[in-house]
C-alpha cells in the first residue's frame, strides 16, 4: 500500500495511508526548533574556508549594482563573468541593495578577489537568510508524507525523518556555508514545485519550476519529467479503461494557460535582453561548451569510469610498447583543470555525444508516465531519473549536481523500504564524493563530523522506519560502503604523508571519483528497476 496520500483534504484530520488519522497542525511544534537549529549552525561556519564560489558572486553583485543592465553579460574584467540565467541576475541585484549598508567597497567591479569581514558576513547570512526558501520547501513536503505517528519516538515519523534528511543535509551544508553558493535557496524552489505537484496543485507546481529554469538553468536535466507530465495528467483530462490516452480528452486551454505561465516567466526574465539584442550573448554565456568534457574535479558519472579506462589503456599500451608515448595527448584530464581535452586511446567524446546518451538514458523513463502515469509518485522517480542519467551521461556535469537527486530521494526514502536502500547508498557516495571541495585542513574534522551524523542517522531513522521488513542493503552494497571509510583514511590522512602527494597530487580526486561512480551508477541502475517493476504491476 502507498504509504504517501497525495490528495488535498480540507478536513483538520485526515486518513493516511495506515488507516490511522494523521497528526492535526499542532503537532509540528518540533519543526521550528529544528530549522532553527540549523541555521544556527550554519552561521558558525561564517569565518570558515570558502572558496572561489564566494568571489563569484561578490563579483556578481558588483556587475549588477555598479553596471548597467546592458553590460551584465558583456563585462569580462574578472574570469568570473556572469553566466547564470537573467533571474538570477536580478537576485544578485537586490541582494546588492543590502550589500551596500555593510560594505560598499565589495560592489566595485574592479575590486577583484575583495573580502573584507564585512563582505563575508554579508555573503554568509544572505545564504543563511534565502535558505528561509529552503525551509519553508521542506515543510511543505513533509506536510505531504502521511505517517502513524501513534507512537511517542519522532523516528517512527515518516515526516520527522525527512524533516532531518532536508534541512540537515550534510551535502548543502558544506556547499552552500563552506564551499558557498545558493544552492538551498534554488533547491527551495525545486522542493516546493514538487510539494505541490504532489498535492494536485499542477498550475503552482508549473510556475515555481519556470521561475527556477531562470534562476539557475541546470534544472533543464529534470525538464522532460515535468514536461511530460504536465502534459499527459493535467491536459489530458481522462484516459481509457487500460490506462491509454484518449486524444478527445486533450485540453487546449489547459495546455495554453500551462504556455502562458512558462512564456510569461521566460518573457520577464530574457525579454530585456532580447529587446537589447543580446539574446546571443546571453546564451553564450549559460552554454559555455568549451569548458570540456569533465569539471576540474570529475564528477562520480560514467565518463570518470571512461577517462580512466582510456589512461590504464594507455600505459599499458605503452608499456607493451603498442602505443609511443611521445604520440600520445597530454593527459590534462587528470590535472585538475578545466579546459578540453583529447584522449588518448578511447574515441574523444563531444558534447552531441553526450547529449545522445542522456537522451538515451532518460528517454524509458518519460516515455514511462506518458503512458502511465501513476500519479505524483510516478513523476517525482520520473524526476529523479531525469536528474541521474543527466549526471551520469551529462557534459561537464559537477560533482555538486548530485544533490539535485538526493534531496527529491529523501521524499521517496520514508516512504518505500526500497528507495530508503537505493537513499542510503547514493547518499553515502555522493556525499563523499564532495569530499575533495572541502580540502583545508582546519575543516577537515568539520566534514568528518558533518558526514558521519548524518550518515548514521540516516542509517538508523530508515532502518527503524522499515523495521520488521530486513535490511535495507544488500550484502554486497554493505561491503562497497564500508570501503568509503579504507578510502577517506588513505586520501585523507595516509596520502597527504606519503610521498606521492608531490608526484601525484590529483589521485586522491581520481580515485574519490572512480569509487564513487560505482554506487551512483548501481543507484541509477536500480531505480530503472523499481520503474520497471511498476510499470508491470497489474493497474488497480
Not at 487546449?252 to 529587446?275: E, K, Q
Not at 593527459?331 to 585538475?336: E, K, L, R, Y
Not at 552494497?477 to 608526484?503: D, H, R, T
Not at 574519490?512 to 528497476?529: D, E, H, I, K, P
Request: net charge positive; charged share 15%; with cysteine.
Amino acid at each position: 500500500m502507498d504509504v504517501l496520500d497525495w490528495t488535498m483534504t480540507p478536513h483538520k484530520y485526515r486518513p493516511n495511508g495506515y488507516g490511522v488519522m494523521a497528526a492535526p497542525a499542532d503537532s509540528w511544534s518540533w519543526f521550528p526548533p529544528l530549522a532553527a537549529g540549523v541555521s544556527l549552525l550554519k552561521c558558525l561556519f561564517i569565518n570558515a574556508y570558502h572558496s572561489t564560489d564566494f568571489e563569484v558572486h561578490r563579483n556578481w553583485l558588483a556587475i549588477t549594482h555598479s553596471l548597467p543592465v546592458s553590460s551584465w553579460y558583456h563585462e569580462n574584467r574578472s574570469e568570473w563573468t556572469l553566466d547564470y540565467p537573467p533571474l538570477f541576475a536580478w537576485f544578485e541585484f537586490g541582494l546588492s541593495q543590502v550589500a551596500r549598508h555593510f560594505d560598499g567597497r565589495m560592489l566595485q567591479v574592479e575590486n577583484l578577489n575583495y573580502a573584507s569581514p564585512s563582505a563575508v558576513l554579508f555573503q554568509r547570512l544572505s545564504v543563511v537568510f534565502t535558505d528561509l526558501v529552503f525551509v519553508y520547501a521542506a515543510r511543505e513536503c513533509c506536510s505531504c508524507v502521511r505517517g502513524p505517528k501513534t507512537s511517542r519516538d519522532v523516528l517512527n515519523w515518516p515526516s520527522f525523518i525527512l524533516a532531518v534528511l532536508l534541512l540537515w543535509s550534510f551535502g548543502l551544508l558544506i556547499i552552500d556555508h563552506l564551499h558557498f553558493q545558493y544552492n538551498g535557496f534554488l533547491f527551495g524552489f525545486l522542493l516546493l514545485s514538487i510539494a505541490k505537484h504532489l498535492q494536485s496543485r499542477h498550475l503552482q507546481g508549473a510556475l515555481l519550476f519556470s521561475i527556477l529554469l531562470n534562476l539557475k538553468h541546470i534544472y533543464l536535466y529534470v525538464a522532460p519529467a515535468y514536461g511530460v507530465y504536465l502534459l499527459r495528467s493535467y491536459c489530458f483530462t481522462q484516459d481509457n479503461a487500460d490506462g491509454s490516452v484518449r486524444w478527445r480528452s486533450f485540453s487546449p486551454v489547459r495546455l495554453l494557460v500551462l504556455g502562458g505561465i512558462v512564456m510569461s516567466v521566460s518573457a520577464l526574465s530574457f525579454g530585456p535582453f532580447i529587446v537589447m539584442g543580446q539574446l546571443p550573448q546571453v546564451l553564450s554565456r549559460l552554454f559555455p561548451f568549451k569548458r570540456g568534457l569533465c569539471h576540474a574535479y570529475w564528477a562520480p558519472n560514467v565518463w570518470a569510469l571512461y577517462n580512466t579506462l582510456d589512461k590504464a589503456l594507455a600505459v599499458l599500451g605503452v608499456r607493451l610498447k603498442l602505443l609511443e608515448e611521445a604520440e600520445l595527448p597530454r593527459a590534462s584530464m587528470t590535472g585538475g583543470l578545466v579546459q578540453e581535452f583529447q584522449h588518448a586511446v578511447l574515441p574523444s567524446v563531444s558534447p552531441s555525444i553526450t547529449l545522445v546518451c542522456t537522451l538515451l538514458s532518460i528517454l524509458p523513463a518519460v516515455a514511462s508516465i506518458w503512458r502511465r502515469p501513476r500519479g505524483p509518485r510516478g513523476f517525482l522517480r520520473c524526476l529523479l531519473l531525469c536528474a541521474l542519467g543527466s549526471f551520469v551521461f551529462g557534459w561537464h556535469v559537477h560533482e555538486k549536481a548530485i544533490l539535485m537527486v538526493i534531496l527529491p530521494l529523501s521524499v521517496l526514502a520514508v516512504e518505500s523500504r526500497e528507495d530508503a536502500g537505493i537513499f542510503l547508498v547514493l547518499t553515502t557516495t555522493g556525499h563523499y564524493s564532495l569530499f575533495p571541495l572541502i580540502f583545508t585542513p582546519p575543516e577537515l574534522p568539520v566534514k568528518v563530523c558533518l558526514m558521519m551524523i548524518f550518515t548514521i542517522f540516516s542509517f538508523t531513522a530508515l532502518q527503524k522506519l522499515h523495521s520488521g521488513q530486513g535490511s535495507l542493503l544488500h550484502p554486497l552494497e554493505v561491503i562497497y560502503l564500508l570501503g568509503l571509510v579504507a578510502m577517506a583514511i588513505g586520501c585523507e590522512i595516509i596520502f597527504p604523508l606519503s610521498p606521492w602527494q608531490q608526484k601525484l597530487p590529483f589521485l586522491p580526486l581520481l580515485v574519490t571519483s572512480v569509487y564513487c561512480s560505482l554506487g551512483v551508477c548501481s543507484s541509477f541502475l536500480r531505480l530503472y528497476a523499481t520503474l520497471l517493476r511498476a510499470d508491470h504491476k497489474p493497474k488497480q
